[in-house]
């Protein structure tokens, strides 16, 4: 009798396949920012692993070669910053219509993750455990898309999953160290514009005592110059849905507000999207994000916008 055995081939993504340090869900901040350009972009994502060795990403991206405007969270934020206003974002951080989804595959070993998408495009991070392993930090080392920065944070923590606006407020901001790679420009009379990127990391946020506006949903901070010259700061959900971790952070100083007669900035504001970082208890530990303040208000074009990416993280 002949025995006839067939061996079958098991592609590698159906294979079980290691989470990144065992982790699922990745907030990812990612930009190509130059100095000498005035073409760059940035990306927020949310990375979902699976362990069949595919991933997801699901992505909001900004650039300067196409300005949107600032838009509505539909959130507005009164008696918490001294000035009652409807909370900006930048436009389609206010919907999940507006994100863009890529998938992949991806492989991880020892602390480097790659990830190849379907794009033909590749990158590479390097992970960190943190918080007793219940978090893991994550850092941009290679891609072929020409990215110059990028950092995220990943845990089991759902994607549905959000930190109330009381929870914020009660964290210690002392110990919320921001991490920051900004885009921006310096202007001088005979030479004229000229790019630079920002950078810091390590000290608190700038504005640490915050309170919860009558919305309950938002909170509220201000910086003083004086009695009545401050900058107005703002944190609120991307949009009044439930069940998503997505905030924007908004700040303007008033007396441009003033200046332009009027109570709420509608000019040059900073708007920030950004993701909430939860680890795998859902305890709440700050944000990945991103600034796309493009210009809408001078004759400056793309020399008047402010781009980047950026961490607040305790």
Not at 32 to 46: I, K, Y
Not at 103 to 128: A, P, Q, V, Y
Not at 291 to 304: C, F, I, K, V
Request: hydrophobic share 35%; aromatic share 10%.
């Amino acid at each position: 009798m002949t025995i006839l055995v067939v061996s079958l081939a098991v592609p590698a993504h159906a294979r079980a396949t290691p989470l990144p340090l065992g982790k699922a869900n990745y907030a990812m901040a990612v930009g190509s920012l130059e100095a000498d350009s005035t073409q760059n972009w940035v990306r927020l994502a949310q990375y979902t692993f699976s362990g069949d060795g595919r991933v997801v990403q699901q992505y909001w991206q900004w650039s300067q070669r196409v300005h949107v405007p600032r838009s509505s969270t539909g959130i507005t934020a009164q008696d918490c910053a001294g000035r009652d206003c409807t909370v900006l974002t930048a436009a389609g951080w206010e919907t999940a219509d507006a994100s863009q989804t890529l998938r992949g595959t991806f492989t991880t070993k020892d602390d480097t993750l790659t990830i190849n998408w379907s794009n033909d495009h590749e990158e590479s991070w390097k992970l960190s455990a943190a918080s007793a392993g219940k978090l893991v930090g994550a850092e941009l080392t290679d891609n072929d898309f020409d990215a110059t920065h990028g950092f995220g944070n990943g845990s089991n923590a759902s994607w549905t999953i959000r930190t109330p606006a009381a929870t914020v407020k009660a964290a210690d901001w002392t110990t919320m160290k921001h991490r920051y790679a900004l885009w921006k420009t310096t202007y001088d009379p005979d030479l004229g514009y000229e790019g630079y990127i920002d950078q810091g990391d390590g000290e608190p946020f700038w504005a640490r005592e915050w309170h919860i506006c009558t919305d309950k949903r938002c909170l509220g901070a201000k910086t003083s110059a004086s009695d009545t010259i401050h900058t107005a700061y703002y944190i609120a959900p991307a949009n009044a849905a439930p069940a998503h971790r997505r905030d924007t952070l908004w700040h303007w100083h008033t007396e441009l507000a003033d200046a332009r007669g009027e109570t709420c900035y509608s000019g040059n504001s900073h708007v920030k999207p950004m993701i909430q970082v939860l680890d795998d208890d859902g305890r709440f530990h700050g944000w990945v994000g991103v600034e796309a303040s493009l210009n809408q208000t001078t004759q400056a074009g793309p020399d008047d916008d402010d781009i980047g990416v950026f961490r607040i993280l305790g």
